[in-house]
């Protein structure tokens, strides 16, 4: 799993919500993301953002530096 997949889980997993509620809610599927299978949109990520509550400067810095080293 690459480090942008692993914050999504992080985000997502912290505002305790599954991944049918965020398709529910947003329409987006993450599941092939968060399983590192497929490629992220930058509008894509931005309305993910949007619905976990960070903005992308955010999703970028709180804790991706540790997600990048942790996985290599």
Do not use: P, W
Not at 1 to 27: C, N, P, S, W, Y
Not at 38 to 55: D, I
């Amino acid at each position: 799993m690459d480090a942008a997949a692993a914050r999504v889980k992080q985000l997502r997993e912290a505002k305790g919500v599954t991944l049918e509620v965020v398709f529910h809610d947003t329409g987006i599927h993450l599941a092939r993301l968060e399983a590192g299978r497929a490629n992220v949109t930058l509008s894509t990520l931005e309305a993910v953002c949007q619905y976990l509550g960070v903005s992308l400067a955010e999703f970028f810095s709180q804790g991706f530096e540790d997600l990048r080293e942790e996985l290599g």
